[in-house]
């Protein structure tokens, strides 16, 4: 059975910073490209990062510079490092497992990020 499970989300102030993580199970992680989408009440679900099996790096144009994606391969874990948060970063975040080439796309439950003074 796959999870992934995301932790870290939370109330934080505007221009400070959050990690939020991404513990997943029941995959070989390794081959998976990960990914953080986040939605905003009454909003599409939006790109916020992905990180590609090589470590290749993409983010939404909102987060660049602020976002950091990264993998732990080892621990089956998937990081965002946010800074410099903006009240517009609130939202949900998900965490997505990907298989190139195929239709094996994994979602977790979503974490609460708010920013908010």
């Known amino acids: 059975q796959v999870q992934l499970v995301e932790s870290g989300g939370g109330l934080v102030q505007p221009g400070g910073s959050l990690r939020l993580s991404c513990a997943a199970s029941?995959?070989?992680?390794?081959?998976?490209?990960m990914g953080w989408y986040r939605q905003a009440p009454g909003k599409q679900r939006e790109l916020v990062a992905l990180?590609?099996?090589?470590?290749?790096?993409n983010y939404g144009d909102s987060v660049k510079g602020r976002f950091t994606i990264s993998r732990d391969n080892a621990k089956n874990t998937v990081y965002l490092q946010m800074n410099s948060l903006k009240p517009e970063d609130t939202a949900v975040y998900y965490c997505?497992?990907?298989?190139?080439?195929?239709?094996?796309?994994?979602w977790g439950q979503g974490t609460q990020v708010t920013v908010s003074s």
């Open positions: 029941g995959i070989i992680f390794s081959v998976y490209r």
């Open positions: 997505l497992a990907a298989r190139p080439g195929t239709s094996s796309d994994y």
């Open positions: 990180i590609s099996i090589g470590d290749y790096t």
